[in-house]
């Protein structure tokens, strides 16, 4: 595959993005820090990438930097197949509650600019003939749920997207695969209380992987996650609003 | 992303937010309440951290904080590769790296840790912090020996890069410094070619201490890998008996021709009731270890299974159950053998029924200013805790290997006396002016600098 990430350098984009790596796959990395990116990289190549793994600028904040960022991965992979985004911003809902400016972060980056940059990429991908746009959602957009009010109002409006996105384009050779994480222990959740079905960031990239390479729509990972979540999303709104789930 | 209601209080800096947690090393024993911060960028979260720890594998307190709710940075999730040299061998990585990622990406391209501890789950950081040493140590030294740099964060902030010729006192006293000259970063070491990916081994059962030695130590001067064990049933002509284990990499032309397996592992999900390990199991167990093994023994064996044979039963600390057990090593100087008869009497004598020893003789001692390794025999011996007895037998045991020249290694220890540590190792003294001269108000310290090196709490 050739592969342009987009959060490749921590959590389970890094997880995901080795892999690839092990396997031989192309890379491009996308993100923030140009210095984040040069060490991923590096790092991915040790363990395998294909030739050299490029890098470019580009902030989830900023959807002026999408275009070009995007344009440098078609130039250094001759054309990317896929498309992964594993970043995103994650605040408690006690934070965004009180912070109406990191509220619009969280919204804009989770929701409308991850829109914006899929966009981008299914242009390119379908102007070419098809391909893999692999996006991390979140469970937290199953269900409205006390915890993550906004976090998964954001997450919700993303997986809708995704499901019409694939519903549409799938038959002219874009596949869109939602992945919808539980609690995955990584950098992003550390320090928050661990919940049980809680997962590792390797067995759940794994998962991911097996869900690109069969085109499967919808994934949750670790695997548990879906038969939790029919659980939840089955609960009677009174049950919700007594909960603190 | 789900999230319970918080109900502990949380720490909220720039370096990040973690909550109150009760923080142990692998023998659960003691344990500590501490802010564990977690995050890809260790540079940032290490900034104002009391202590850096890996996967806490160290038994006792070395990788805690000292007890309040302290800061400690954890480095596991920093764990790029930042460059390798096929050529050379060198690499560096994060200190976050864990062996057995390292083992996993680079055995099958003819690489391998030049020194490797008894389990893989330790990280690249911690190896240096405690200086570790293996069933190589009569050939290849400590794994500080194979280190050539060090990216380092000292306590007043600034992040240096640190080997034997940029700071190279600095340098010494962080090869089994125990992580308190300075928060390790980055680390780049010397890998080793290995001719395939499978070791050859042979075992041989010994019927008592004196011939143990006699082989371990004559099997050194031949095989690379070489290590004993000792189980505590036999008494008087058969004290001491057991199996002398040597190994080598095998040559590609004898090695099996397929790639050893990923081996399977069994977990231990829940701490088991303190009466599982039980004297009566410990010694059938100990006597049908003994029976089972007859002759010499030969052959090809995973690699895993002849560094790691523990590591296949994931969190087998729970076999200890919630008293939590400690782990005796200490090392005695090359004497006649009546120094080490001397130990297992002493060991019987207070201790029971220790699971077994693991006897390993050491080469040359190596660069760390602090590290554990001399020449001499080496002596490991886990132990359940015993409320009143461990801190007893801890002290007689010292007690004798202080006066026998002897020391304790600080990656297991949990119970030793700071007088007594100090009789045992002298060199903490320019160890400790070495460190302060980075660090003059010992910001850096952990639950374990605070018991043996007279560290503020």
């Known amino acids: 595959m050739k592969v342009v990430f987009l959060g490749a350098t921590k959590g389970m984009g890094r997880a995901l993005a080795r892999l690839m790596a092990e396997r031989g796959d192309r890379l491009f990395l996308l993100g923030r820090d140009a210095g984040e990116l040069e060490r991923s990289a590096r790092d991915l190549e040790v363990l395998g990438a294909k030739g050299t793994v490029g890098f470019a600028e580009c902030d989830l904040l900023r959807r002026e930097t999408f275009a070009g960022a995007l344009e440098d991965a078609d130039a250094a992979l001759d054309g990317f197949d896929t498309a992964v985004v594993t970043a995103g911003l994650f605040a408690s809902q006690d934070e965004l509650e009180g912070d109406a400016d990191l509220r619009d972060r969280v919204l804009v980056a989770d929701f409308v600019n991850t829109i914006h940059f899929c966009e981008e990429a299914r242009q390119r991908l379908l102007a070419r003939g098809g391909g893999t746009l692999c996006v991390f959602s979140s469970v937290a957009g199953e269900r409205g749920r006390k915890p993550v009010v906004l976090y998964g109002a954001a997450k919700a409006g993303l997986s809708r997207y995704l499901e019409g996105l694939d519903h549409k384009y799938r038959a002219q050779g874009l596949k869109t695969i939602a992945v919808k ?20 960031p390797e067995p759940v990239a ?16 670790p695997g548990i996650w879906r038969w939790v979540m029919l659980a939840i999303r089955s609960l009677p709104r009174a049950v919700m609003r007594a909960i603190k789930f | 992303m789900p999230q319970t209601v918080l109900e502990q209080p949380a720490t909220q800096s720039a370096a990040g937010s973690a909550h109150l947690t009760k923080v142990h090393g692998w023998g659960c024993y003691p344990s500590v309440e501490a802010y564990e911060l977690l995050s890809e960028d260790l540079e940032r979260i290490t900034e104002g951290a009391m202590l850096t720890r890996g996967l806490g ?33 060198v690499l560096r990585a994060e200190a976050g790296l864990s062996l057995v990622e390292l083992n996993r990406l680079f055995r099958p391209k003819g690489w391998f840790t030049p020194v490797s501890p008894g389990t893989q789950y330790v990280t690249l950081g911690g190896m240096v912090a405690a200086d570790v040493h293996g069933k190589n140590h009569h050939a290849s030294g400590t794994f500080g020996r194979h280190v050539s740099r060090l990216r380092m964060r000292v306590a007043d902030g600034r992040i240096l890069e640190v080997s034997g010729e940029d700071e190279p006192e600095l340098f010494r006293a962080t090869l089994g410094g125990m992580g308190l000259t300075g928060h390790i970063l980055e680390v780049e070491l010397e890998m080793k070619a290995v001719p395939s990916q499978w070791i050859y081994g042979e075992s041989e059962p010994v019927p008592n201490l004196d011939v143990l030695v006699e082989k371990l130590v004559e099997a050194g001067k031949s095989w690379p890998y070489t290590v004993g064990w000792a189980d505590c049933l036999g008494r008087g002509a058969t004290m001491g008996r057991g199996s002398v284990i040597k190994g080598r990499w095998a040559e590609a032309s004898e090695a099996p021709a397929r790639a050893p397996a990923t081996k399977g592992k069994v977990d231990v999900p829940v701490l088991l009731p303190d009466w599982f390990l039980n004297r009566l199991n410990i010694r059938a167990f100990n006597e049908l270890k003994y029976r089972a093994q007859w002759g010499v023994r030969k052959g090809f064996l995973h690699p895993q299974s002849f560094f790691y044979p523990l590591d296949a039963i994931l969190n087998w600390n729970r076999f200890y159950g919630a008293r939590g057990f400690t782990q005796y090593q200490c090392v005695l100087p090359p004497s006649g053998g009546a120094s080490y008869r001397k130990l297992f009497e002493i060991l019987l004598k207070n201790g029971g029924t220790p699971f077994l020893v693991v006897v390993k003789d050491f080469g040359a001692e190596g660069r760390g200013m602090l590290s554990f390794p001399r020449p001499g025999l080496t002596f ?3 132990m359940p805790i015993v409320a009143g007895e461990t801190q007893a037998l801890v002290d007689t045991l010292n007690e004798f290997v202080a006066g026998e020249g002897g020391r304790v290694y600080l990656a297991k ?4 006396r700071p007088e007594h540590y100090r009789a045992m190792d002298p060199r903490v003294d320019a160890w400790n002016e070495v460190r302060r001269s980075w660090d003059p108000d010992a910001r850096l310290r952990s639950s374990q600098s605070v018991r043996l090196f007279g560290d503020e709490p």
């Open chain 2, 57 to 89: 594998r160290s038994y006792g307190d070395a990788s805690l904080p000292p007890p309040g709710g302290h800061v400690v940075a954890g480095s596991r999730l920093a764990d790029r590769i930042l460059s390798f040299d096929s050529a050379t061998g």
């Open chain 2, 380 to 382: 490991a011996i886990d």
């Open chain 2, 413 to 416: 220890d949990a119970f030793t």
């Open chain 1, 181 to 200: 994480p539980g609690f995955v222990k990584t950098g992003m959740t550390a320090g928050l209380p661990v919940p049980p079905f809680a997962g590792e």
């Open chain 1, 206 to 221: 794994k998962t991911v992987l097996r869900a690109i390479d069969a085109g499967r729509p919808e994934v949750y990972a």
